[in-house]
Every structure is written in structure tokens, then in C-alpha cells.
């Protein structure tokens, strides 16, 4: 990732209340720049506004004063003026800077909730009852944690913003260590994400279309993969919108999709009478190192319920940011509105889909597991309007977790060619992804297992680099609980990431060899 050089042109002092200078970007508006510490005591030496003071200001008369104050006022406002990459203002992340808490909720709430919740009961039947809520609770703890330390490095070094993961990982480890850290897991969660959101958006689409239709249209019924296609294309069409704040009111119907059908999935599972012979002890294997992997890859599925991590800086990164108003204050007031409704969608999923089914529930999720116990005895409409629901919620995940990669696909283009990419190429560049993630669901169509190794492969996005980038940026006083506490947790996140990926992959290849030659009806 290119270094972006910046030129300071004014400074002006800290206060205690505002200790936040700004920076102008390429495309109009203001990025924070805040000043740099030594000793404790803020470095500010003189500026052009040290000077307006009420000292200074008490012999000046009334309108001179005045004039004097506005001065201040406007100078504070403008803050620290910068020269950035022009590029940054041809790219989707970059492109717009309007953003607000409202658009920070939405984002922050539609890459949460999603299809990532419909699995947790399987970890649930590996787990039991007092190891599931106990892993769910710590994963929850542990991510909001991290998702905090992320808002506030966004602008943690003077003079620059981070509006990208990989940037900020280049910062704290090095251009070339952050780059290799950073790249493949981010890119492989947004890829993964969006494989996994064409598997359950295609067959969602298929049992409403067979809900709806019933016995009248089964003379010649879409296959899966067919259904996997029509969902992509209708992904690719939408994925034209050109940035991150274009997507916005997108995000919010999957915000409010995703949180009204995970509600009506527990509901209604809950609401029904339980399938016979059902247990909740956790879902004995034939070896133990089969059952070692398998708890480690449901480990994995409740790690995947949080991604969202790699997304956090690009959407602070929409937001403008003044002297004044630095763009972390609206981007956490979103992020806890966002997952508060997160916990209430992904507890209440988790607990009641394992209390209704508990081992019987099936690999692919709850929402399956609705459809093949009570199909019969919930109204169909009701059942129809939840898969409808729920192919919605997908298509608006897929276009936020592209938007990363159609980022760097797009900077890597304007790299070569120093210009903006044309209509054309966009397109171009989102069609050939789309159907990249098309060919690979059809490949490998085991979603539980997909999400365990999700989980694993991306874990240290969520949490484990954020506790390291903390300690190399921050610079805690060495040996005190804030150093050992951080690089505890990040060291904690590497070696589970490890175990879970193990147990993800170990899952896949057992499905493989359970169905070797996979032929979707």
C-alpha cells in the first residue's frame, strides 16, 4: 500500500476540549490531525492563533475584538490544511465524505446480523448449554473491546488518517509485515463473506420459491446452483453503486431485514412444539480427535458471527472530520447503537434455536432447520415472508463486504494509470468478482464448515492485530496492565485462530469425504 504523503501548511494550539487539528482531503471536506505528545504536555509552540487570548484581547476594543474572535474561530475551524493523494478521491471508500452516526449504525448493523447468526445454534450443539453462552459472552466482550481500540486509532499519528485496515496495520508493523498480515485475511473475509452470503441467499430464494409456488410449479424447478446464479446476478446489479456512502440506505434495509428475521426465526422456533428425541448434551463423534476439531470449529462459527472488523476504518473513513468534531466522536456513537442491537439479535438466535432443536439441529443453520421440522405447521405466507427477509438482508451484506475489495481493485488501477476508473471498468471489475464468488460457492457448498473457517482464517482481524496495533502505535508504559493486558489478548487471538482454522478445515475435508461428488438438487 503506497504511503500518503501530507504537507502541514497552518497549525494551531490544542485545548483541552479540542485537541484535534484538521486536515482537508481531496474531496472537500476535513479529516482530524491531533497534535503530538511529549513529557504528558502538549509540544504547541506559537501558531497564528496563540496570540488571540483573552489577555491579549482585554485593551482591544468592542469591534476590533470581535473581528479578532471570529478570526479565531474561523482559524480553529479550518484547523491543519493537508495535501493528500489526489487518488484517494477517485476510490469507493475515499469517494464521499458525508457520513454521519446514522450512516455509521446502518453499516456497522447490516455487516453484524446477517446469515453468520443462523449457524450459531450448530456451535451451540457441539458446545452445550454452559460452553456456548460462555464462549458467545467472551467473543462479544472481546470484539466490542477491539472495535473500540480501532475507532480510536483511526486518527492515533499526527497528520494522518487511517481509512483503510491495511493502512493502519502498515503503520503499527511495518509496510511490508502489516501488508503480508493484513491483506490476505481481509481480503479472504470480505471473498469468504460474500461466497457465503451467494450460498445462503440461493438457497433461501429456493424455499420461498418452493413456498410459494407449492405443487404448482414443480414440473421444472430452478436447481441450487441455478438459484445460487440468480442471487449473484441480482448481487452484481446492485453492486453498481459506486462508493460506501451510496450503499448507505442499502445498509439500512439489511440493518432492519436482518434484525426483524432473525427475531422471527427464534420466535417462531421457540413458539412450536419440539422435535422428539431431542438433547441438549453436546453431539458425541466416534473419536476424540474428531471431537476435539469439531468443538474447535464451532469455536470458529461463533468467532465468524463477529466479522465485521476489516470494515470498521473504511466506514469511518466516509465521515468528515473538524478540529472541533473528530470523526471518532459519531463513529462510536453508531458502533454502540449497532451492536446493542447486534447482542439482541444474535443471543436470543443462538439460545432459542438450541433450546427448540438442540442436537437435531441440522449443518446448515436454523433457518433450515424452521422450514424441515415445521414447514407444516406455520402459516406459509409467514414462513415466505421470513426467507424474503432474509435473501434481502443478504444482498445488502454482499455489497458492504465487497466494497473493500472493489476498493483495491480500483486503487491498483488508478496506481498504474494515474486516472480514475471509467464506468466500464468498475463494472467490469464487479462482474468478474461476483462470479469469482459464484464458481468457488459452487465448490465448496459446506456452509458451517465454510464459516468455521472463516472464522479461524480471519479471527486476528477481529481480535488479535487491534491489540498489537495498540501497543506499537500507542506505546503503553512497558510491563503495566494495559501492555500485558493487550499483548495477552492478541496472543490469545493468533493461537486460537490457529485451532479454529485446524477445526474448519478438518470439518470441510470430513464433509468431502461424507459426500464426495456433491450434485445439488
Known amino acids: 500500500m503506497e504511503e500518503r504523503q501530507e504537507t502541514e501548511l497552518i497549525s494551531i494550539p490544542a485545548t483541552p476540549r479540542d485537541s484535534t487539528p484538521e486536515a482537508l482531503t481531496p474531496s472537500g471536506h476535513r479529516s482530524p490531525r491531533p497534535q503530538s505528545k511529549e513529557g504528558g504536555k502538549s509540544s504547541t509552540g506559537w501558531t497564528p492563533t496563540s496570540f488571540i487570548s483573552p489577555r491579549f484581547l482585554s485593551p482591544i476594543g468592542t469591534p476590533m475584538k470581535k473581528v479578532l474572535v471570529n478570526m479565531k474561530g474561523y482559524l480553529e475551524e479550518v484547523g491543519h490544511l493537508t495535501k493528500l493523494n489526489p487518488q484517494d478521491a477517485w476510490l469507493p471508500i475515499t469517494e464521499s465524505r458525508n457520513g454521519n452516526a446514522h450512516y455509521a449504525a446502518f453499516h456497522n448493523l447490516n455487516a453484524g446480523v446477517?446469515?453468520?447468526?443462523?449457524?450459531?445454534?450448530?456451535?451451540?450443539?457441539?458446545?452445550?448449554?454452559?460452553?456456548?453462552?460462555?464462549?458467545?459472552?467472551?467473543?462479544?466482550?472481546?470484539?466490542?473491546?477491539?472495535?473500540?481500540?480501532?475507532?480510536?486509532?483511526?486518527?492515533?499519528?499526527?497528520?494522518?488518517?487511517?481509512?483503510?485496515y491495511v493502512e493502519l496495520a502498515e503503520a503499527a508493523f511495518g509496510n511490508k509485515l502489516g501488508a503480508w498480515l493484513s491483506i490476505f485475511p481481509t481480503a479472504y473475509l470480505s471473498a469468504g463473506t460474500a461466497t457465503a452470503l451467494i450460498l445462503v441467499g440461493g438457497e433461501t430464494m429456493k424455499l420461498f420459491f418452493e413456498i410459494v409456488c407449492g405443487p404448482l410449479c414443480t414440473s421444472n424447478p430452478l436447481t441450487t446452483v441455478e438459484w445460487y446464479l440468480v442471487f449473484?446476478?441480482?448481487?452484481?446489479?446492485?453492486?453498481?453503486?459506486?462508493?460506501?456512502?451510496?450503499?448507505?440506505?442499502?445498509?439500512?434495509?439489511?440493518?432492519?431485514?436482518?434484525?426483524?428475521?432473525?427475531?422471527?426465526?427464534?420466535?417462531?422456533?421457540?413458539?412450536?412444539?419440539?422435535?422428539?428425541n431431542?438433547?441438549?448434551?453436546?453431539?458425541?463423534?466416534?473419536?476424540?480427535?474428531?471431537?476435539?476439531?469439531?468443538?474447535?470449529?464451532?469455536?470458529?462459527?461463533?468467532?465468524?458471527?463477529f466479522r465485521g472488523h476489516n470494515l470498521v476504518l473504511e466506514i469511518q473513513a466516509t465521515m468528515p472530520s473538524t478540529f472541533k468534531h473528530p470523526a471518532h466522536v459519531p463513529m462510536w456513537k453508531g458502533a454502540k447503537v449497532a451492536y446493542f442491537f447486534i447482542a439482541m439479535c444474535l443471543f436470543p438466535?443462538?439460545?432459542?434455536?438450541?433450546?427448540?432443536?438442540?442436537?437435531?439441529?441440522?449443518?446448515?443453520?436454523?433457518?433450515?432447520?424452521?422450514?424441515?421440522?415445521?414447514?407444516?405447521?406455520?402459516?406459509?405466507?409467514?414462513?415466505?415472508?421470513?426467507?424474503?427477509?432474509?435473501?434481502?438482508s443478504c444482498l445488502s451484506s454482499f455489497q458492504i463486504y465487497?466494497?473493500?475489495?472493489?476498493?483495491?481493485?480500483?486503487?491498483?488501477?488508478?496506481?498504474?494509470?494515474?486516472?480514475?476508473?471509467?464506468?466500464?471498468?468498475?463494472?467490469?471489475?464487479?462482474?468478474?468478482?461476483?462470479?469469482?464468488?459464484?464458481?468457488?460457492?459452487?465448490?465448496?457448498?459446506?456452509?458451517?464448515?465454510?464459516?468455521g473457517?472463516?472464522?479461524?482464517?480471519?479471527?486476528?482481524?477481529?481480535?488479535?492485530?487491534?491489540?498489537?496495533?495498540?501497543?506499537?502505535?500507542?506505546?503503553?508504559?512497558?510491563?503495566?496492565?494495559?501492555?500485558?493486558?493487550?499483548?495477552?489478548?492478541?496472543?490469545?487471538?493468533?493461537?486460537?485462530?490457529?485451532?479454529?482454522?485446524?477445526?474448519?478445515?478438518?470439518?470441510?475435508?470430513?464433509?468431502?469425504?461424507?459426500?464426495?461428488?456433491?450434485?445439488?438438487?
Open 278 to 305: 431431542i438433547s441438549y448434551e453436546p453431539i458425541s463423534l466416534p473419536s476424540f480427535t474428531s471431537s476435539v476439531f469439531s468443538v474447535f470449529n464451532a469455536l470458529g462459527i461463533i468467532a465468524f458471527a
Open 114 to 164: 446477517g446469515f453468520q447468526a443462523l449457524v450459531l445454534p450448530v456451535a451451540f450443539s457441539f458446545l452445550g448449554w454452559s460452553w456456548g453462552i460462555i464462549s458467545l459472552t467472551i467473543a462479544y466482550i472481546w470484539q466490542l473491546y477491539t472495535l473500540w481500540i480501532l475507532v480510536q486509532l483511526h486518527e492515533a499519528i499526527p497528520g494522518k488518517r487511517y481509512n483503510r
Open 402 to 451: 465487497s466494497m473493500p475489495v472493489f476498493d483495491n481493485f480500483e486503487a491498483s488501477y488508478t496506481h498504474r494509470t494515474n486516472r480514475p476508473c471509467s464506468v466500464w471498468v468498475r463494472s467490469g471489475f464487479r462482474v468478474v468478482y461476483g462470479f469469482i464468488n459464484f464458481f468457488i460457492g459452487v465448490a465448496l457448498p459446506f456452509l458451517s464448515s465454510l464459516a
Open 232 to 276: 449473484t446476478s441480482l448481487s452484481i446489479v446492485l453492486s453498481q453503486l459506486p462508493n460506501l456512502n451510496s450503499i448507505a440506505g442499502l445498509s439500512l434495509v439489511g440493518a432492519i431485514t436482518a434484525i426483524v428475521y432473525s427475531t422471527m426465526v427464534w420466535l417462531l422456533s421457540v413458539s412450536q412444539q419440539r422435535p422428539h
Open 453 to 521: 473457517l472463516l472464522g479461524g482464517l480471519t479471527l486476528p482481524v477481529t481480535f488479535a492485530y487491534p491489540c498489537f496495533m495498540w501497543v506499537l502505535i500507542k506505546k503503553p508504559t512497558k510491563y503495566s496492565f494495559n501492555w500485558y493486558f493487550n499483548w495477552s489478548l492478541g496472543w490469545c487471538g493468533v493461537a486460537f485462530s490457529v485451532a479454529f482454522t485446524i477445526g474448519g478445515i478438518w470439518s470441510i475435508v470430513d464433509n468431502g469425504l461424507k459426500l464426495k461428488f456433491f450434485k445439488p438438487s
Open 349 to 392: 438466535v443462538a439460545i432459542g434455536g438450541f433450546w427448540a432443536y438442540g442436537n437435531l439441529m441440522p449443518p446448515s443453520g436454523i433457518l433450515n432447520a424452521l422450514f424441515g421440522f415445521h414447514q407444516h405447521d406455520i402459516s406459509r405466507w409467514l414462513l415466505a415472508m421470513t426467507f424474503l427477509l432474509v435473501v434481502f
